[in-house]
């Protein structure tokens, strides 16, 4: 089993930055991939950006040379660094972390979110 926790959340000025933390315990050595979803209100979960064991990353669109992903050696930490951030960044932001069980099954973890608030 694993447990994620988000931290890093709040209140910013459009233009400005912010860093996610997403802290995995538990069996962390099934994890293969980690990654950051978005929801905002009305709206349907979205994904942000994802990174792979083999450092691959990918973002959606919308951050695309805003936002970087990044993971510890250890595959415990997920970050995402935010930049520019735009009003339409507000959201509720989780993090996922996918990995396998003792048969080979994939196994999705979801953490509680933060909040990420883009006003001035």
């Known amino acids: 089993q694993v447990q994620l926790v988000e931290s890093g959340g709040g209140l910013v000025q459009p233009g400005g930055s912010l860093r996610l933390s997403c802290a995995a315990s538990g069996n962390i050595f099934s994890i293969n991939a980690m990654g950051w979803y978005r929801q905002a209100p009305g709206k349907y979960r979205e994904m942000v950006a994802a990174?792979?064991?083999?450092?691959?990353?990918k973002y959606a669109d919308s951050v695309k040379g805003r936002f970087t992903i990044s993971r510890d050696n250890a595959k415990n930490t997920v970050y995402l660094q935010m930049n520019s951030l735009k009003p339409e960044d507000t959201a509720v932001y989780y993090c996922n972390a996918d990995g396998f069980g003792d048969y080979g099954e994939d196994l999705h973890y979801w953490g509680q979110g933060t909040q990420v608030t883009v006003s001035s």
């Open positions: 990174a792979g064991d083999g450092g691959i990353r």
